[in-house]
């Protein structure tokens, strides 16, 4: 079964939490789990609509900014000292801040949460701190600076910048939220996602039930407290403690609802906000899944034009069409869905092969990997490649362990948005519109709306617009093609805040920002150095 994070749940295909796809660092063609985080985000299947939704699905409510001035009850957590230490990467420092479990009682208990940095580089005053997340939810921020931001992102901002990073809370460092042992991940994520009958319908929702039992079980504390706004107003705690008068940050897939919630809680307290793979926080549950399947389906009819022009694509030659190539592919997953393939040890069925391809989508980096993954499977019976497509999205090692990626998704997603389906029975009703948006990926991602169902705390969510009104200007950035934030996604958040600029880049892929635009680059990175944001209707090639 695929548990896809989701966009906003994001990135970085079908997965049972789907949702939020995550999103993936910039510049890398190589597949990664952080990438999904860094490159992910399925919308965890987590909303549904509410009163304040319309019939759209778009929300008509606003959220409302916090009073300015600190309550008396949280000054400790914003006048207390990070006491920074080495962390075992060079040029890194780490801290550990405390912020309180429960804002609405912050004497009730501490969460503890993940920081580091690495100082600016030049002779010049330092700007401050430029906070990164690269998405998920679930994706290590910390993991993302000491990997990619911190040593690849343009030496002029990295000497400008104090470059931080904090794993949000329920994240990797940050008291992780656990679920199920690795063995146990393993079968939730070999379960068809597909079902074809009533038995396969019940496998795919005891498989759900068990994996929200045991967050349940092993996360009592946190999962009702790790919530987007709550990382958020952690953000703000942070940014406090760092002597910031302003935030400036660079948030990506799911990383860019967590910088627009910070900007509608504290539009005062925004400096310089990239949001690059902008999520629509207007949008319910169900319309948000259907239109990352509907981007996924995008991302992969390029993906088919551009295989039909090599030699070696296994779907077709020169005059086969996207539908057609579409269709060879879902007819190479019927044959494993009965008969799976070998792939060094393991074994390559229907919904790891659907997460490898899916992987794949969000950077077309990726697509010659992809070819020749396709071409092993199909025609040397050796799944191995789609494999390990298929693990680096879940961030499963190779000695079998995952990471809390994924289940730090599911309880983001599932806390901040009701669900898109409740039942199976509305699922497959709403299966024909989910296959007219992907009929690839279709099915897949319908049955992964499913999975907040079965949550054992109750959205505490709900969908929104965020205006962050009297905010500086912010720049939005949205690629035409990308599968895990569509495009409509980017102009929708653009119109909703008050500053916004939107950046746009017409191209493949999920996000913009260092994945080969010196258009693009130069853009972010004048509005970073000088505050200079992009032109009106600004687009980059």
Not at 414 to 435: G, H, I, M, N, R
Not at 500 to 508: E, H, M, S
């Amino acid at each position: 079964m695929h548990t896809w994070p989701s966009p906003r749940r994001n990135r970085r295909t079908r997965t049972r939490t789907a949702t939020r796809t995550r999103n993936r660092p910039r510049a890398r063609a190589r597949v990664t789990g952080t990438l999904i985080a860094a490159a992910a985000l399925l919308v965890s299947a987590c909303s549904s609509g509410s009163s304040s939704t319309s019939a759209g699905g778009a929300a008509e409510a606003a959220l409302a900014a916090l009073p300015r001035a600190t309550p008396s009850a949280l000054s400790s957590y914003y006048t207390q000292h990070l006491r920074w230490h080495s962390c075992g990467v060079p040029g890194f420092q780490c801290a550990t801040m405390k912020a309180p479990l429960d804002y609405a009682k912050p004497g009730a208990g501490d969460v503890r949460l993940a920081v580091a940095r690495k100082n600016a580089t030049g002779k010049d005053r330092p700007l401050g701190s430029l906070l990164v997340n690269p998405g998920g939810p679930g994706g290590s921020a910390i993991g993302y600076l000491q990997q990619y931001a911190g040593i690849g992102y343009p030496a002029e901002i990295r000497a400008r910048y104090d470059m931080v990073a904090m794993d949000p809370r329920g994240v990797a460092r940050s008291e992780p939220v656990e679920c199920l042992d690795s063995r146990r991940m393993d079968a939730y994520t070999q379960t068809d996602a597909t079902p074809d009958d009533q038995k396969e319908t019940n496998a795919l929702v005891g498989q759900y039930k068990k994996f929200a039992d045991s967050c349940g079980a092993h996360s009592a504390r946190l999962l009702r407290h790790v919530s987007t706004v709550e990382a958020a107003r952690d953000m703000d705690i942070l940014r406090a403690v760092l002597g910031d008068a302003k935030l400036s940050y660079v948030g990506a897939s799911y990383g860019t609802f967590l910088g627009a919630t910070y900007a509608g809680l504290f539009p005062d307290r925004v400096g310089r906000l990239v949001l690059d793979g902008a999520m629509d926080p207007s949008l319910d549950a169900r319309k948000l899944n259907l239109d990352q399947t509907a981007g996924f389906e995008t991302a992969f009819q390029a993906f088919a034009k551009d295989c039909v022009r090599h030699p070696d694509c296994p779907l077709g030659g020169k005059g086969t069409t996207p539908v057609q190539v579409g269709d060879h592919l879902k007819a190479f997953f019927r044959k494993l869905d009965a008969h799976p393939v070998p792939a060094g040890g393991r074994m390559l069925g229907e919904s790891l092969a659907t997460t490898g391809v899916i992987a794949a989508m969000y950077d077309q980096g990726a697509w010659e990997q992809l070819r020749g993954a396709l071409t092993s499977a199909m025609k040397d019976y050796d799944g191995a490649g789609l494999l390990a497509l298929s693990d680096s999205y879940y961030e499963r090692d190779a000695d079998g362990h995952y990471s809390n990626l994924m289940m730090a998704n599911a309880a983001v997603n599932c806390v901040d948005l009701p669900p898109a389906f409740t039942t199976p029975e509305q699922v497959e009703k709403a299966l024909p519109e989910f296959e007219k948006a992907s009929p690839v990926f279709g099915d897949g991602l319908a049955w992964a709306s499913l999975n907040c169902a079965y949550w054992p705390v109750r959205a505490t969510g709900e969908p929104h617009r965020i205006e962050a009104k009297g905010a500086a200007p912010i720049v939005v950035v949205g690629t035409t093609r990308d599968p895990a934030t569509p495009y409509p996604w980017a102009k929708s958040l653009a119109r909703q805040l008050s500053s916004a600029r939107l950046l746009t880049y017409v191209g493949d892929g999920h996000t913009a920002y260092g994945r080969g635009s010196t258009c693009i680059d130069s853009a972010i990175d004048t509005y970073l150095l000088h505050g200079t944001p992009p032109a009106p209707g600004k687009r980059c090639s």
